[in-house]
């Protein structure tokens, strides 16, 4: 069973930048694959990025690409997901997931059913 916590969300005027955090309590962490999703109010959950078990590879939703940047840190059980040029659209609730069973392509981390365990989620609220 893994754990995840997410941190780092807050309330941010639009171009402004954050620094979410998602920390596993799972010490092979650097077994699983690693996503960020988000949610706004009445609206479905939206893939926003994945990265590899390595670290090696990164894919990005196309409403968030050349903005936000995936990363992780495997000695510190953590993944991060830098976000910038803040818009008032990118307010949702954002979410951490693991996946942990290996898939050919990236292609398939991009659907919320590819993953095993979710954070409770931070918010994150941008203002005009």
């Known amino acids: 069973q893994v754990q995840l916590v997410e941190s780092g969300g807050g309330l941010v005027q639009a171009g402004g930048s954050l620094r979410l955090s998602c920390a596993a309590s799972e010490r092979t962490f650097n077994n699983y694959a690693m996503g960020w999703f988000r949610q706004a109010p009445g609206k479905e959950r939206e893939f926003v990025a994945t990265i590899t078990w390595s670290g090696g590879s990164t894919t990005y939703g196309d409403s968030v690409k050349g903005r936000f940047v995936i990363s992780r840190d495997n000695a510190k059980n953590t993944v991060y997901l830098q976000i910038n040029s803040l818009k008032p659209e990118d307010t949702a609730v954002y979410y951490c997931?693991?996946?942990?069973?290996?898939?050919?392509?990236?292609?398939?981390?991009?659907?919320?059913?590819?993953?095993?365990?979710w954070g409770q989620g931070t918010q994150v609220t941008v203002s005009s």
């Open positions: 997931a693991a996946a942990g069973t290996l898939y050919s392509s990236q292609y398939y981390y991009t659907s919320s059913l590819r993953y095993d365990y």
